[in-house]
């Protein structure tokens, strides 16, 4: 019986692998073929799209829904180029100085193939410095209007 019970065993992995490799192939047949492709990381965008909340400057402050991002002067240069290779929420949720902010761009540039922003680079660093600076607070506000009590032992 136990030999039984190893070969089925082995059988369940041979398939497993024969469908990996079968997977496998036929993907490598679609791209070569032409029938599907694969986008370039490395690629810029090759155009930036002009996001209409970005324009009504009555929006200035709030937050995209979208993006998660501040809507303010340059939102869309930065939703565009930073969102085309990571989530957006990965910008949100960090604060650095404007000096940060390029030597994290140079880092990304030099470690993950971040291509050359050209002049969208000043447009970037400026709405970072402006949107997500660091704060000068504590880890949180101090609590305000407590009522405390006493707990019975």
């Known amino acids: 019986m136990k030999e039984l019970d190893d070969l089925l065993k082995n059988m369940r992995s041979l398939m497993r692998l024969a469908i990996a490799l079968a997977v496998i192939v036929t993907g490598a047949v679609l791209l070569r073929t032409g029938l599907i492709s694969l986008p370039l990381v490395e690629d810029p965008p090759t155009e930036i799209v002009r996001v209409e909340t970005a324009a009504d400057t009555s929006l200035y402050g709030s937050v995209d829904d979208a993006s998660g991002l501040i809507i303010d002067r340059h939102f869309d240069v930065v939703k565009t180029q930073c969102g085309a290779?990571?989530?957006?929420?990965?910008?949100?949720?960090?604060?650095?100085?404007?000096?940060?902010?390029?030597?994290?761009?140079?880092?990304?540039?030099?470690?993950?193939?971040?291509?050359?922003?050209?002049?969208?680079?000043?447009?970037?660093?400026?709405?970072?410095?402006?949107?997500?600076?660091?704060?000068?607070?504590?880890?949180?506000?101090?609590?305000?209007?407590?009522?405390?009590y006493t707990l019975d032992e």
């Open 85 to 148: 290779c990571h989530s957006t929420a990965l910008v949100a949720q960090n604060r650095f100085t404007r000096d940060g902010w390029l030597e994290l761009i140079r880092w990304m540039q030099a470690e993950q193939k971040l291509w050359d922003l050209g002049e969208q680079e000043t447009a970037i660093l400026d709405y970072l410095a402006k949107n997500y600076a660091p704060k000068d607070m504590g880890r949180r506000p101090n609590l305000a209007n407590i009522q405390w």
